[in-house]
RNA sequence: GCCCCCGUAGCUCAAUGGAUAGAGCGCCUGACUUCGAAUCAGUAGGUUGUGGGUUCGAGUCCCGCCGGGGGCGCCA
């Protein structure tokens, strides 16, 4: 938003130096000065050359010769409009605004922008966000809700950052366990079919837990046990083979129980606020994948150990002359002949590349998988694929509970939909006690969005790398750093807002500025930058972050600050400005993360 | 054995190589006849696991060690 008066002030400070007859560091780097209370940029380009000097001349002491100079240059600096002045201080050069000024444009060019603001020129890549990506014939728990909403910040984020945005999902449909779940449907609960959605997704995966523990070896067995466990263990394999094979039957009941696990995905989405544009199932890619592996070993790069009932395998180490083991040795198809894991995903990348165009592919997965991930990339690398380096996996924590892992199979999960509608419970009671006017209507649907709000942000204010032990007070913390305190500086502001018929026109802050509001504006004028930062690094935590900054400095100035009751008609007309472009950078950081800024609550 | 991630306040977590390492929770003390108290103001809490190195400057980068987690040929 200051680009231009920045580049003005290096230059000014190149010309300083110059005139002192001193070099110029190849980069003059600016960042907020970090005090409260006053604005500006400041930069530590005179610690660079002091330093520089200090290599020439052994024995100048850099600190004090930086000061020197911070104080020299400051002198000799022309003014630059837009700038009140220059300040040498701690051997930083500093550049404050005008205040008025630069109060006024912050504030416009957000107004102007309503929605938009912050958001990014168009880029030139197309980037791909593969997430929510859990496997059929479970039900979608918490972890799922982890992934999901990470993922689609991240497509949000690039998105509103400048880069066209595919958001593809790659739901595992097919692999043992899921055949495991449609053996035990067909063998114990054949033709039943719970009524709803969720209920149906839920007693599926239910009957996957139940049948993994039939085929599960467990201590102390007794014969009959052992033998009846391999009973099943054989029937589902068969099963599987029938599978392979095309079987009409078995494709029927496979693609019917499928479609309900699809069907509770679609909905959580939903209610999620994620569309998906893409969606790859597993089953599809492994013909591609199948004729994937034969071209990779005809090139040479892939090894076929099947005529000695061996699988096919990459020895990736080798094929890239390391001399430790790090990519080690990936198998890319069963000795039977079968798809993997890896070979889908060799496949679905071939797609990503040649079928949507692809120049950058992100795949939101949790970090269990990296050596997978790296596998995939470093054979694609080999495979001659360019955008192979274009590939990263985004390996985020997993969400635990306190006694330890989740796991589908023996079915300790937290299940997404028992913590929305928890949520929703706490936050009913809640508005029945604080806000019992509200009409039946609206507290339905603000009780949804400050719920799945409070989840959301749980899940979005961790980074990425972090595991998230889940428990229900953590995850539905309506208090402090969290989603509900950052929806209620939005309802504040725009209960101060709708108390005027018009928002006035630009005005001037031309008046004793509080520091309430100088922080205030100073946030808003960081947000566009944060956007591009949280897009390159992706990082949601970012965004969460700073909404949650930017709401407790409303709060204070709300608590602080008379915007209706103030003395003089322009300062009325400037706060109230301040008070919408809070509001809508406050709606616009939210929307990044998937979390609604209701009006009332 | 090898590879990856993590270690910061009692707890949960922040901090583009830059200025005095910050929040929340919890504890304690205050503020609603006031634009909505789901709020605010204040107190207390630190040898950033450890030892070196690079740098004008290291919680951040490099190496070693300690501790925790994950992964390593036909699960996904």
Same mark, same amino acid.
């Given at each position: 938003m200051f680009?231009?008066?920045?580049e003005?002030?290096?230059?000014?400070i190149?010309q300083?130096?110059?005139?002192?007859?001193l070099p110029?560091? =190849?980069?003059?780097?600016?960042?907020?000065?970090p005090f409260?209370?006053?604005w500006g940029?400041?930069?530590?380009?005179?610690?660079?050359v002091?330093?520089?000097?200090?290599?020439?001349n052994p024995?100048?002491?850099?600190? +004090?010769?930086?000061v020197?100079l911070?104080e020299?240059v400051?002198?000799?600096?022309?003014?630059?409009?837009?700038?009140?002045?220059f300040?040498a201080?701690? !051997?930083?050069?500093?550049?404050y605004?005008e205040?008025?000024?630069?109060?006024?444009?912050?504030?416009?060019?957000c107004?102007?922008s309503?929605?938009?603001?912050?958001?990014?020129e168009?880029?030139p890549?197309?980037?791909?966000?593969?997430?929510a990506?859990?496997?059929?014939?479970?039900s979608?728990?918490i972890?799922?809700?982890?992934? !999901?909403?990470l993922g689609?910040?991240? !497509?949000?984020?690039?998105?509103f950052a400048?880069?066209?945005?595919?958001r593809?999902?790659y739901?595992?449909?097919i692999?043992?366990?899921?055949?495991t779940?449609?053996?035990?449907?067909?063998?114990f609960h054949r033709g039943?079919?719970?009524e709803?959605?969720?209920a149906r997704?839920r007693?599926?995966?239910?009957i996957?837990?139940?049948?993994t523990?039939?085929v599960?070896p467990? *201590?102390?067995?007794?014969p009959?046990e052992?033998?009846?466990r391999?009973?099943y263990?054989?029937?589902?394999?068969?099963?599987l083979?029938?599978?392979?094979?095309?079987?009409?039957?078995v494709?029927?009941?496979?693609?019917?129980?499928?479609?309900?696990?699809?069907?509770e995905?679609? =909905?959580?989405?939903?209610?999620l606020?994620?569309?998906?544009?893409?969606?790859?199932? =597993?089953?599809?890619?492994a013909?591609l994948g199948?004729?994937?592996?034969?071209?990779?070993?005809?090139?040479?790069?892939a090894? *076929?150990?099947r005529?000695?009932?061996g699988?096919?395998?990459v020895?990736?180490?080798?094929?890239?002359?390391m001399?430790?083991?790090?990519y080690?040795?990936?198998?890319?198809?069963?000795s039977d002949g079968?798809?993997?894991?890896?070979?889908? *995903?060799?496949?679905l990348a +071939?797609l990503?590349?040649?079928?949507?165009?692809?120049?950058?592919?992100?795949?939101?997965?949790?970090?269990? @998988?990296?050596?997978?991930?790296q596998?995939?990339?470093k054979?694609?690398?080999?495979?001659?694929?360019? @955008?192979?380096?274009?590939c990263y996996?985004l390996?985020?924590?997993?969400v635990t509970?306190?006694a330890g892992?989740?796991?589908?199979?023996?079915?300790?999960?937290?299940?997404?939909?028992?913590v929305?509608?928890?949520a929703v419970?706490?936050v009913?009671?809640?508005?029945?006690?604080k806000n019992?006017?509200?009409?039946?209507?609206?507290?339905?649907?603000?009780?949804g969005?400050?719920g799945?709000?409070a989840?959301?942000?749980a899940?979005?204010s961790?980074?990425?790398t972090?595991d998230?032990v889940?428990?229900?007070?953590?995850?539905?913390?309506?208090d402090?750093?969290?989603a509900?305190?950052i929806?209620?500086a939005?309802?504040?502001?725009n209960?101060?807002?709708?108390k005027?018929?018009?928002l006035?026109?630009?005005?001037?802050?031309?008046y004793?500025?509080s520091?309430?509001?100088?922080?205030?504006?100073?946030l808003?004028?960081r947000?566009?930058?944060l956007v591009q930062?949280?897009?390159?690094?992706y990082k949601?935590?970012l965004?969460?972050?700073?909404?949650f900054?930017l709401a407790?400095?409303f709060?204070g100035?709300y608590?602080?600050?008379?915007?209706?009751?103030a003395?003089r *008609?322009?300062?009325?007309?400037?706060r109230l400005r301040?008070t919408?472009?809070t509001?809508?950078t406050l709606?616009?950081c939210?929307?990044?993360?998937?979390?609604k !800024?209701?009006n009332?609550?």
């Amino acid at each position: 938003m200051f680009d231009r008066e920045l580049e003005e002030a290096t230059s000014h400070i190149r010309q300083a130096l110059a005139g002192l007859s001193l070099p110029s560091p =190849e980069e003059i780097v600016w960042a907020p000065i970090p005090f409260a209370g006053q604005w500006g940029y400041g930069t530590a380009a005179c610690f660079q050359v002091a330093a520089a000097q200090a290599r020439a001349n052994p024995g100048t002491q850099v600190k +004090r010769r930086a000061v020197e100079l911070a104080e020299q240059v400051v002198r000799k600096l022309e003014p630059v409009s837009g700038f009140a002045r220059f300040a040498a201080e701690n !051997a930083y050069i500093n550049a404050y605004f005008e205040t008025a000024d630069y109060a006024a444009r912050v504030v416009d060019a957000c107004l102007q922008s309503g929605p938009d603001f912050g958001r990014g020129e168009p880029q030139p890549d197309r980037l791909m966000v593969e997430y929510a990506q859990p496997n059929t014939h479970h039900s979608f728990h918490i972890g799922h809700a982890r992934n !999901a909403v990470l993922g689609e910040a991240l !497509a949000r984020i690039a998105e509103f950052a400048g880069y066209e945005t595919i958001r593809a999902s790659y739901p595992g449909d097919i692999g043992l366990g899921v055949i495991t779940c449609i053996w035990a449907y067909d063998k114990f609960h054949r033709g039943q079919e719970p009524e709803g959605v969720f209920a149906r997704g839920r007693w599926l995966a239910n009957i996957y837990t139940e049948a993994t523990a039939l085929v599960t070896p467990k *201590d102390n067995e007794t014969p009959e046990e052992t033998r009846q466990r391999q009973t099943y263990d054989a029937e589902r394999r068969e099963l599987l083979r029938r599978w392979d094979a095309g079987e009409p039957e078995v494709r029927r009941l496979w693609e019917r129980t499928r479609q309900w696990s699809l069907d509770e995905l679609l =909905e959580v989405l939903k209610l999620l606020g994620i569309s998906i544009d893409v969606f790859f199932l =597993e089953s599809q890619a492994a013909e591609l994948g199948k004729s994937i592996v034969e071209e990779l070993v005809a090139s040479g790069i892939a090894e *076929d150990e099947r005529a000695n009932n061996g699988p096919v395998i990459v020895k990736i180490d080798e094929k890239l002359g390391m001399k430790k083991e790090k990519y080690r040795t990936a198998v890319i198809l069963r000795s039977d002949g079968t798809a993997l894991y890896m070979t889908n *995903d060799l496949a679905l990348a +071939r797609l990503k590349f040649e079928k949507y165009h692809v120049d950058r592919s992100i795949y939101v997965v949790d970090f269990r @998988q990296s050596l997978h991930f790296q596998q995939v990339f470093k054979i694609l690398e080999l495979w001659g694929f360019p @955008q192979a380096a274009k590939c990263y996996h985004l390996a985020h924590g997993f969400v635990t509970l306190p006694a330890g892992a989740m796991s589908s199979r023996k079915g300790n999960v937290i299940y997404f939909m028992d913590v929305y509608e928890e949520a929703v419970r706490r936050v009913k009671a809640i508005i029945a006690e604080k806000n019992p006017e509200l009409s039946a209507e609206s507290r339905e649907e603000v009780a949804g969005q400050i719920g799945l709000g409070a989840l959301t942000y749980a899940m979005l204010s961790v980074d990425n790398t972090k595991d998230i032990v889940f428990d229900w007070e953590t995850a539905l913390s309506f208090d402090g750093q969290s989603a509900p305190y950052i929806q209620n500086a939005h309802v504040r502001a725009n209960s101060i807002l709708k108390k005027v018929a018009r928002l006035p026109e630009a005005v001037s802050f031309d008046y004793g500025l509080s520091e309430h509001e100088t922080t205030l504006i100073n946030l808003i004028s960081r947000f566009p930058m944060l956007v591009q930062q949280a897009a390159r690094e992706y990082k949601p935590l970012l965004m969460a972050g700073y909404a949650f900054e930017l709401a407790k400095s409303f709060h204070g100035f709300y608590h602080a600050v008379p915007v209706l009751q103030a003395d003089r *008609d322009d300062i009325r007309e400037a706060r109230l400005r301040l008070t919408a472009a809070t509001r809508q950078t406050l709606a616009n950081c939210l929307g990044l993360l998937g979390i609604k !800024a209701p009006n009332v609550m």
